[in-house]
């Protein structure tokens, strides 16, 4: 339940707003593993896409809390861009999209090629590519296909791997990395 006062302020609307200030005097981390037990007092995420031409920039946890604004913000924007069909998308995984992000200290936003994806979607991938798994975490809203200009696919798969938290799948050839809060485990496409 949101509290506002006579001014229109809500307790959440005003962390937002202070955290917005602070965010760059907010730490920079020395590894995934204390930021992803909750270390952090501050979470955002920034991502564009090049299929739809939105973007989103976002702090999605505040001082041990989810924004469930926020995350619905980020469910909407990892949609299936092909129909618009959408599932929540499991903070963990932004979570381990965060903090790769942070160890390697840029301020580019994701380009997001792939949240999650509708059975139909899947499907169609899967007949045009062997490497499109059948029950792909993508389905699940617990995968990210992600690029940065700034940082080779060998940099952000290094910090991903890092995080030590889910799945990393390389994929050099088609300059993406593949992030999941699934089993840990890597791979090359």
């Not at 590894?31 to 031409?53: E, H, K, P, Q, V």
């Not at 998308?89 to 380009?111: C, F, G, H, N, Q």
């Not at 991938?125 to 029950?135: F, H, I, P, Y």
């Not at 995080?163 to 809060?181: E, I, L, P």
Request: net charge positive.
């Amino acid at each position: 339940m949101t509290d506002t006062s006579s001014t229109g302020f809500s307790r959440r609307g005003l962390l937002r707003a202070f955290a917005a200030t602070t965010l760059v005097a907010a730490p920079s981390y020395a590894n995934a593993a204390g930021f992803l037990r909750g270390a952090g007092d501050i979470r955002r995420i920034s991502m564009y896409s090049g299929r739809t031409g939105e973007s989103i920039d976002t702090i999605y946890w505040i001082e041990g809390e989810y924004i469930q604004e926020a995350l619905k913000e980020i469910t909407y924007f990892m949609r299936d861009w092909r129909n618009s069909k959408m599932i929540g998308m499991d903070p963990r995984t932004v979570d381990i999209m965060a903090a790769s992000k942070s160890l390697m200290d840029t301020d580019e936003p994701y380009m997001l090629l792939s949240g999650y994806r509708s059975p139909e979607t899947n499907n169609m991938l899967r007949s045009r590519s062997s490497g499109v798994a059948k029950n792909s975490l993508h389905m699940k809203g617990e995968a990210a296909d992600l690029r940065l200009k700034s940082r080779s696919v060998a940099q952000m798969a290094g910090a991903a791997k890092t995080c030590n938290a889910g799945g990393v799948g390389t994929y050099r050839g088609s300059n993406f990395v593949h992030m999941d809060c699934g089993p840990i485990r890597t791979w090359n496409g």
